[in-house]
């Protein structure tokens, strides 16, 4: 559904943009540990808001993002889909702390493959990237060369050559003081960084094993209407096609993978190997991407990584991750917070809405001219789950060097409304490791 707003998209691929990017690995810097809200600081000047993706979560990101600062509009929006797009310009309109910081009229919102880049252009100072994964890498160039501030929904890519971009692009944004936070929402609770400080600090003692967990039941499903092209039809269950999502181990379970990742202190495993299928979505109607994921990840002195995630209904649910040391355990997981070391612990401090924080200390970082940069764990944790992916896709055992120097890019041959393959389902064992 194209509105009056949408123009084509030349045929070109990402393929060329990911071609220009350097593959430089960025040394990243966490945010701030709790700055002044942008709220408390009274600056006057007004900040511009672009939303590029006007799904649930484009529409939640946008409602903190107006809540994070006294002087911020929403002057622009951008989705493949008109209806879309409207749908979520009333729910923000309907939302009484917000309604007076929204300004978007008809000829600030536009629909269509090349959305975003009018987003850009139309004089935002910053911009909220809640596409789907596939575009984030595209995305994030052009508004870090256009010179705004971002803040981008997790996973960030959902192929290596994306998340290579990825880093180069985030690596550009520290040269240019631009801030980029990442939707990696745990890192931004005071409980989990609270808990984590204290395990690096040797409350466990080494780390030996971590287990991460995802066992949840089925989620949405939008069947074909009649009039939809293949591309229509992808693009509206974007979540079931792996060149659109990374597969639901990539676009969810990176969560607590990144978790991990942030107790082994930015390290990242050497080797995955691993299994995973389709037991219970196994019709059309849910794309190509699989149902569960079983990875075994090792790490240069030995320690596993024992990831495992689902999604099927009637079964029991967990999300969850769990490090065991040399010297006790721990839970960090939302439901519970605790180390058994000896002496128990169990965080009873103060509790924040994660989703909140992150936005109020990026724009309190923008006010402060003190940028926060992500760039670094939100792509190398959206790498460690696309690695798991090939490890369970092909049933080969999957280096960190294969996996961050891998060739395979999930591009379309086109942008554009119309017929295009529907891709196969991973068989592993036969769907070669590239």
Same mark, same amino acid.
């Given at each position: 559904?194209?509105?009056?707003?949408?123009?084509?998209?030349?045929?070109?691929?990402?393929?060329?943009?990911?071609?220009?990017?350097?593959a430089?690995?960025?040394?990243?810097?966490?945010?701030?540990?709790?700055?002044p809200?942008?709220?408390?600081?009274?600056?006057?000047?007004?900040?511009?808001?672009?939303?590029?993706?006007?799904?649930?979560?484009?529409?939640?990101a946008? #409602?903190?993002?107006?809540?994070?600062?006294? @002087?911020?509009?929403?002057?622009?929006?951008?989705?493949?889909?008109?209806?879309?797009?409207e749908?979520?310009?009333?729910?923000?309109?309907?939302?009484?702390?917000?309604?007076?910081?929204?300004?978007?009229?008809q000829e600030?919102?536009?629909?269509?493959?090349?959305?975003?880049?009018?987003?850009?252009?139309s004089?935002?100072?910053?911009v909220?990237?809640?596409?789907? %994964?596939?575009?984030?890498?595209?995305?994030l160039?052009?508004?870090?060369?256009?010179?705004?501030?971002?803040?981008?929904?997790?996973p960030?890519?959902?192929?290596?050559?994306?998340?290579?971009a990825?880093?180069a692009?985030?690596?550009?944004?520290?040269?240019?003081?631009?801030?980029?936070?990442?939707?990696?929402?745990?890192? /931004?609770?005071?409980?989990?960084?609270?808990?984590?400080?204290?395990?690096?600090?040797?409350?466990?003692?080494?780390?030996?094993?971590?287990?991460?967990?995802? /066992?949840?039941?089925?989620?949405?499903?939008?069947?074909?209407?009649?009039?939809?092209?293949?591309?229509?039809?992808?693009m509206?269950n974007?979540?079931?096609?792996?060149?659109?999502?990374?597969?639901?181990?990539?676009?969810?379970?990176?969560?607590?993978?990144?978790?991990?990742?942030?107790?082994? @202190?930015?390290?990242?495993?050497?080797?995955?190997?691993?299994?995973?299928?389709?037991?219970?979505?196994?019709?059309?109607?849910?794309?190509?991407?699989?149902?569960?994921?079983?990875?075994?990840?090792e790490?240069?002195?030995?320690?596993?990584?024992?990831?495992?995630?689902?999604?099927?209904?009637?079964?029991?649910?967990?999300?969850?991750? /769990?490090?065991?040391g040399?010297?006790?355990?721990?839970?960090?997981?939302?439901?519970?917070?605790?180390?058994?070391?000896?002496?128990?612990?169990?965080?009873?401090?103060?509790?924040?809405?994660?989703?909140?924080t992150?936005?109020d200390?990026?724009?309190?970082?923008?006010?402060?001219?003190?940028?926060?940069?992500?760039?670094?764990?939100?792509?190398?944790?959206?790498?460690?789950?696309?690695?798991?992916? #090939?490890?369970?896709?092909?049933?080969?055992l999957?280096?960190?060097?294969?996996?961050?120097?891998? %060739?395979?890019?999930?591009?379309?041959?086109?942008?554009?409304?119309?017929?295009?393959?529907?891709?196969?389902?991973?068989?592993?064992?036969v769907?070669e490791?590239?």
């Amino acid at each position: 559904m194209k509105g009056s707003n949408s123009t084509r998209l030349p045929s070109l691929s990402r393929r060329d943009f990911l071609r220009s990017s350097s593959a430089a690995v960025l040394t990243g810097a966490l945010a701030n540990a709790h700055p002044p809200s942008a709220r408390a600081q009274g600056r006057s000047d007004l900040l511009r808001v672009g939303l590029i993706g006007c799904g649930g979560r484009g529409t939640g990101a946008a #409602m903190q993002a107006l809540s994070a600062d006294p @002087n911020v509009k929403l002057t622009a929006m951008g989705d493949a889909f008109e209806d879309r797009l409207e749908q979520s310009l009333r729910s923000l309109q309907g939302g009484k702390d917000v309604a007076d910081k929204i300004d978007v009229p008809q000829e600030r919102r536009f629909v269509g493959f090349d959305a975003y880049q009018h987003v850009i252009d139309s004089g935002v100072d910053v911009v909220l990237l809640a596409e789907p %994964p596939h575009f984030r890498p595209r995305h994030l160039k052009a508004a870090i060369d256009a010179g705004k501030h971002v803040f981008a929904e997790k996973p960030v890519a959902v192929d290596a050559p994306g998340v290579r971009a990825v880093l180069a692009m985030c690596e550009e944004a520290k040269k240019k003081n631009l801030s980029v936070v990442s939707g990696l929402c745990l890192r /931004y609770s005071y409980g989990f960084q609270e808990t984590v400080k204290r395990i690096h600090d040797g409350a466990i003692g080494d780390i030996r094993a971590l287990q991460a967990n995802d /066992y949840r039941g089925a989620i949405w499903v939008k069947p074909r209407q009649a009039g939809w092209s293949d591309m229509e039809w992808q693009m509206r269950n974007w979540y079931y096609f792996t060149w659109l999502s990374g597969d639901f181990n990539v676009e969810q379970h990176v969560h607590y993978l990144d978790v991990c990742a942030w107790l082994m @202190n930015g390290e990242y495993p050497v080797s995955a190997i691993g299994m995973g299928g389709r037991q219970a979505r196994t019709g059309p109607e849910y794309g190509n991407i699989y149902d569960h994921h079983s990875v075994v990840y090792e790490y240069a002195n030995g320690t596993k990584l024992f990831s495992n995630c689902r999604q099927q209904e009637g079964c029991r649910n967990e999300i969850s991750c /769990y490090a065991m040391g040399s010297k006790g355990t721990a839970e960090v997981s939302e439901r519970r917070l605790a180390i058994d070391a000896g002496k128990p612990w169990v965080y009873e401090g103060k509790k924040n809405n994660i989703y909140q924080t992150e936005h109020d200390e990026l724009f309190a970082n923008i006010r402060s001219g003190t940028p926060i940069n992500n760039g670094d764990y939100m792509a190398k944790s959206t790498q460690l789950a696309i690695m798991g992916r #090939m490890a369970t896709h092909t049933g080969q055992l999957v280096t960190w060097e294969q996996a961050m120097g891998s %060739p395979e890019d999930l591009t379309p041959a086109k942008y554009e409304w119309g017929d295009i393959p529907t891709p196969s389902v991973a068989i592993p064992g036969v769907t070669e490791l590239s």
